[in-house]
């Protein structure tokens, strides 16, 4: 659209070029397009990935937890000429498109994953505002969520929100246990 605008502007190919930091062939070639077919909007064409063609087994792969340099030795072993740079790169639009979450397929009690997040100021327990950040912990096994609203994130606080965790947990599990023997 510059090069579209200085030419309309009266500028010479040579000061456009000079301008926009691009080739003099660059600039002529897109002012031969818009004299030729009107088009003022550069064209947005994007080569489709060599990968494409591997994106299920790539997500497979990525699903069972195997690193972007295994994922390239897998595709360099079925014959595939490609860098890992570019299956690295491949792989990060996988993530990032569609919010594609990819599940960490764990044995029971093998891990649990923890984190805090800030919810704001809320009333404490002497009626002032003060920050409050929520703790949650979700099993990865059985992806059973525990949350607690804290006003700190101080260590006793940290291992404590753990605690009631764990506790939360077993009675869950116990009562999941209970009612799957009431239906069989």
């Known amino acids: 659209m ?23 062939k660059t600039v002529r070639r897109i002012i031969k397009r818009y ?45 595939l000429e490609i860098s890992y740079a570019s299956v690295a ?3 990060e639009s996988i ?17 649990a994953q923890v984190d805090f997040g800030y919810v704001g100021l809320l009333p404490k327990k002497d009626g002032k505002k003060g920050k409050a950040w929520v703790f949650n912990m979700r099993l990865s096994y059985s992806r059973l969520d525990y949350y607690e609203i ?19 947990s077993q009675i869950e599990i116990k009562e999941l246990q209970e009612n799957c023997i009431k239906i069989f």
């Open 2 to 24: 510059t090069i579209i605008t200085l030419y309309k502007q009266g500028e010479s190919q040579r000061k456009i070029a000079k301008l926009v930091g691009h080739n003099r």
């Open 89 to 91: 790169r491949y792989i």
């Open 95 to 111: 993530k990032g498109k569609n919010n594609i979450c990819i599940r960490f397929n764990t044995e029971a009690g093998e891990e």
């Open 35 to 79: 004299e030729r077919d009107g088009i003022t909007e550069a064209p947005r064409s994007r080569k489709e990935s060599v990968l494409e063609g591997y994106k299920g087994q790539i997500i497979g792969l990525m699903e069972k937890d195997i690193s972007g340099v295994r994922i390239h030795e897998e595709l360099r072993k079925e014959g």
């Open 150 to 168: 804290v006003n700190d994130q101080k260590v006793e606080t940290f291992l404590m929100c753990h605690i009631n965790a764990f506790r939360y």
